[in-house]
C-alpha cells in the first residue's frame, strides 16, 4: 500500500510538470519520468511484460524521438512572450474538472468490483496465445499501420529536400554546360 | 490498489487540460503521451479485475497507435517548420488570412 | 524476511561493484593494447608494468579543479553524467553471473533481479542508453556538443534495430526469455568437441549483434558521437575532471554490460569454458566460482577485442555508417529472422 502511494505521488508530481513546466524540454523529460513511473506501476500490478514494453518503447524510443526533435528545431530562439488566452484557460479547466468528476463518479460507485483481483494467468505464453489466435486480424493490421507510418513519415520529412536536391541536380548539370 | 483508477483517471484529464491549453504543437503531443499512459494504466487495471488478458492486449494495441501518432505527429512538426518557421498554433492560420 | 534482504543488498554490491572496480584494469589494457598496436611502450612507470597509472589518474581526476562554465544548463549539465553512468550500470542487474546454486538452506539465483525474461529488461534498461549522451550535449549549450549528442543519439537509434532482430531471432531458437535456460541451452558439445554456443548455430545474429554494441557504446570505428577531428570532442566538451571521468566510467561499463548480453546469447555465458570439466569432476563445490572464472574470462576476450578493433579500423564517415545501419543490417536481420522463424516453425512441426 505505501508502494502504491509513493508511486502514485511519484507519477502526479511527474504529470504536473509535463503540464506546468514553462521549458518544452523540462517537460519532455519530465513525460519520460511519467513514462517510467508508469512502468514501475505496471511491474507493481505484476503485468511484468508490459513494463518492459513500456520501458523498451515509451521510454526508450518514442521520449528519445521527442527530444530529439526538440533539439532539431531549436526551441529557444521563440520569444517566451506569447499572450495567454485566459478564455482557453478557463474551457480546458472546466473541461478538465468535468471529466475528472465523471471519471471519480463512476470509480467511486463501483470501486467494491473494480478493485477485485480476478487474473489469473498472468503469464507470457497466456498472453501471447490470445493475441496470435483471438487478436490476429488486429495484430496484422497493427503491423502494416506501422508500416504506413514509416512511409508516411519519409513522405512528409523528405519532400522539401527532394526539390532542393532537384534544384542541386539543375545547378550542376548548368555548370556543366 | 484502487489508488490507481484515481491516478489513470487524473493522468487522462490532466493530459487533456494540456492538449487545450498548451500552445506549441510539441508540448500538445507531450500531452497526448500523458493520456495513453493513462489509458494504458486503466486498461491494465481492468484486465486485473475482470480477470480478461485481453485488456492488456489493448495495451500493447495502444503502444502502437501511440507510436504511429508520435512519429507521424512529429514529422509533420518538421515539415511546418521548415514551411513555416514556426511551431505555435496561433501562426497557423492559412484559412482566414 | 531480513535474509532476503540481506542477499539482496550482497547481490547488488557484489554485482554491481565488480565492474566497477575492474575499471581501472581495463582503462590499462586499453592504453597498454593501444601501445602494443602502436610498437610504443604505454605507460610502464608507475608500478610494475605501469598498473598503478589508472589509480593515479583517479587521484588526478579528483584533485583537479572543476570548471563550470557560465553559458551551461545547470540543472541538465551536472546531471548528465550521473544519469549517463547509472543507466549504463542498470543492464548488469539482470546479467547472472552463474547458475542458480543452493547455499545455507535456500537457492540463490545470482544476479541481482531476477525475473523470467531478464534478457527483454537487459534490453529495455540499455535502450535508456542515450538520455545521458543527448543531456550533456544539450545542457553543454554548445554546437560542437549538440552535434556529437544528435550524432550519437540517431546513431543509437538506428543500429537499436538491426541489434534487436538478432535478438528476437536468438530468443526464437531458444524459446525462451529466461537467461538461465537459454545458458542452459548452450551447455554441452556437438560432435564430442565443438561448444553448443550460439555463434554456431547464428552466425549472422552474432555479426549483427556485434556491429550492433559497438556502435550502442559509441566505440571505434562507431565513435562519430566525439569524432576529435570534426567535433573537438562531441558531447562531453564542456566536461572537466571528475564530470568527464563519469561520462568514461560509463562508456566502459556500457561496453561490459553489452559484451555479457552478447556473451550471454551466443558464447554460452557463464556456461564452462572446454576443459573445465575437468576440474568440476574432481570437485564439484567449485562450479559456481567456475562458472564465475569462465563469464569473466569471456569478458575479457570481449574487452580485449574491442581494445584489437579500435586500434585497427579507422573511423566511419556519417553517412556511410547510416547507410550501413538501415540500409545493409536491417535488411539483413529481417532476412535472418524470416530464415530462423521458418527453421524454429518446421523444426517443431
Known amino acids: ?177 | 490498489m484502487s489508488i490507481y483508477y484515481y491516478l489513470a483517471a487524473f493522468l487522462f484529464c490532466l493530459g487533456l487540460l494540456g492538449t487545450i491549453f498548451k500552445k506549441d504543437l510539441i508540448s500538445m503531443l507531450l500531452c497526448l503521451e500523458l493520456m495513453m499512459g493513462g489509458v494504458a494504466l486503466l486498461f491494465i487495471l481492468f484486465s486485473k479485475s475482470t480477470g480478461f488478458l485481453d485488456a492488456q492486449l489493448m495495451v500493447i494495441f495502444t503502444m502502437i497507435i501511440s507510436a504511429c501518432e508520435v512519429a507521424i505527429g512529429l514529422s509533420l512538426i518538421i515539415a511546418l517548420y521548415r514551411k513555416k518557421q514556426t511551431i505555435y498554433t496561433d501562426d497557423i492560420k492559412i484559412i482566414t488570412e | 524476511m531480513l535474509e532476503a534482504m540481506i542477499e539482496i543488498l550482497l547481490k547488488t554490491v557484489v554485482i554491481l561493484a565488480l565492474p566497477l572496480g575492474a575499471l581501472p584494469l581495463i582503462i590499462h589494457v586499453e592504453r597498454r593494447g593501444a601501445a602494443f598496436m602502436q610498437r610504443r611502450l604505454g605507460p610502464n612507470r608507475v608500478g610494475p608494468f605501469g598498473i598503478l597509472q589508472p589509480l593515479a589518474d583517479v587521484a588526478k581526476f579528483m584533485f583537479k579543479e572543476e570548471v563550470h562554465p557560465t553559458h551551461v544548463r545547470p540543472f541538465f549539465y551536472t546531471a548528465a553524467p550521473m544519469i549517463a553512468l547509472v543507466v549504463a550500470i542498470l543492464p548488469l542487474a539482470c546479467i547472472p553471473v552463474a547458475a542458480p546454486f543452493e547455499a545455507f538452506g535456500r537457492t540463490i539465483f545470482p544476479e541481482v533481479f531476477r525475473s523470467d525474461m531478464g534478457i527483454f529488461f537487459a534490453f529495455a534498461a540499455s535502450a535508456l542508453g542515450s538520455y545521458g549522451i543527448l543531456l550533456a550535449g544539450w545542457a553543454s549549450n554548445n554546437k560542437y556538443s549538440m552535434l556529437g549528442a544528435l550524432r550519437a543519439c540517431a546513431q543509437m537509434v538506428s543500429y537499436e534495430l538491426s541489434l534487436s532482430t538478432s535478438v528476437v531471432a536468438m530468443i526464437f531458437l531458444y524459446g525462451t526469455n529466461d537467461i538461465h535456460v537459454m545458458i542452459a541451452a548452450q551447455t554441452g558439445y556437438w560432435f564430442g568437441f565443438l561448444p553448443k554456443w550460439g555463434v554456431f548455430l547464428q552466425p549472422v545474429a552474432a555479426m549483427l549483434f556485434l556491429v550492433g554494441i559497438f556502435a550502442e557504446s559509441n566505440r571505434l570505428p562507431f565513435d562519430l558521437a566525439e569524432g576529435e577531428s570534426e567535433i573537438v570532442a562531441g558531447y562531453h566538451l564542456e566536461y572537466s575532471s571528475m564530470k568527464f571521468a563519469l561520462f568514461f566510467m560509463a562508456e566502459y561499463i556500457h561496453m561490459i554490460a553489452l559484451s555479457a548480453l552478447f556473451i550471454i546469447m551466443f558464447f554460452g555465458g557463464y556456461s564452462l569454458l572446454p576443459g573445465m570439466e575437468l576440474i568440476v569432476e574432481r570437485a564439484p563445490i567449485l562450479l559456481a566460482v567456475l562458472q564465475v572464472t569462465s563469464l569473466i574470462i569471456k569478458i575479457g576476450c570481449m574487452i580485449w577485442f574491442f581494445v584489437w578493433v579500435r586500434w585497427t579500423l579507422p573511423r566511419f564517415r556519417y553517412d556511410k555508417l547510416m547507410d550501413l545501419g538501415w540500409e545493409r543490417l536491417l535488411p539483413l536481420g529481417i532476412a535472418n529472422l524470416i530464415v530462423t522463424v521458418l527453421i524454429v516453425y518446421f523444426r517443431n512441426q
Open chain 1, 1 to 177: 500500500m505505501a508502494a502504491d502511494i509513493f508511486l502514485t505521488i511519484l507519477t502526479v508530481v511527474f504529470a504536473l510538470m509535463v503540464v506546468f513546466s514553462k521549458k518544452t524540454v523540462v517537460s519532455a523529460f519530465a513525460l519520460l519520468m511519467t513514462l517510467l513511473s508508469l512502468a514501475m506501476i505496471f511491474f507493481q500490478l505484476g503485468t511484468v511484460f508490459l513494463s518492459a514494453v513500456q520501458v523498451l518503447i515509451n521510454a526508450g524510443a518514442i521520449a528519445i524521438l521527442f527530444v530529439f526533435v526538440m533539439m532539431l528545431i531549436n526551441l529557444e530562439q521563440f520569444p517566451n512572450n506569447r499572450e495567454k488566452s485566459k478564455v482557453k484557460l478557463v474551457i480546458s479547466t472546466f473541461t478538465m474538472l468535468v471529466v475528472l468528476g465523471v471519471f471519480a463518479l463512476v470509480i467511486n460507485n463501483n470501486i467494491e468490483t473494480l478493485s477485485v483481483v480476478n487474473l489469473t494467468d498472468n503469464s507470457m505464453k497466456a498472453l501471447f496465445d490470445k493475441l496470435f489466435n483471438a487478436y490476429f486480424l488486429p495484430f496484422e493490421m497493427a503491423t502494416v499501420l506501422l508500416l504506413a507510418a514509416i512511409v508516411a513519415c519519409i513522405v512528409i520529412t523528405t519532400h522539401e529536400k527532394h526539390e532542393n536536391e532537384e534544384e542541386l541536380q539543375i545547378l550542376k548539370t548548368e555548370e556543366k554546360l
